[in-house]
């Protein structure tokens, strides 16, 4: 379901669609991925250019991403056999918004950082 415009404020319903996929989109490391993946990238490769990230987590992630429609994982006929993840023309039209959104967190990190310290400064002595 769309917000509801009713209100003077958009509310949005338990069920609305647009939840579950920002959840299942959005999380860091699923950006992180999405990020990588200019070009069909191995599974190995992809973790080493995630710092910080499990398998696990990067296994649970291209899952998400693959039900999703974002991504799409190929099987390499090699020995031994590997595997390949490359953006769908869906994920690809996630780009625009995503880089948008990356250059706005790079654009204004030192401010947020700054309004954080402040932030904390005051609310330490509560």
């Given at each position: 379901m769309a917000p509801n415009t009713v209100h003077s404020e958009p509310?949005?319903?338990?069920d609305c669609p647009s939840r579950p996929i920002l959840d299942q989109v959005a999380d860091k490391?699923?950006?992180m991925v999405?990020?990588?993946?200019?070009?069909p990238t191995r599974f190995n490769e992809i973790k080493?250019?995630?710092e910080g990230?499990?398998?696990?987590?990067?296994t649970q992630t291209l899952r998400r991403l693959e039900r999703n429609g974002m991504i799409r994982r190929r099987?390499?006929?090699?020995?031994?056999?590997?595997?390949?993840?490359?953006l769908t023309p869906l994920g690809e039209s996630f780009r625009e918004?995503?880089?948008r959104l990356y250059d706005w967190t790079v654009e204004h990190s030192a401010e947020i950082e700054q309004v954080q310290r402040a932030y904390d400064a005051?609310?330490?002595?509560?």
């Open positions: 509310r949005f319903s338990v490391w699923s950006m999405l990020a990588v993946l200019e070009q080493r250019q995630l990230v499990t398998q696990r987590v990067l099987v390499l006929e090699t020995s031994p056999v590997g595997v390949e993840y490359s918004p995503f880089t005051r609310t330490a002595s509560r």
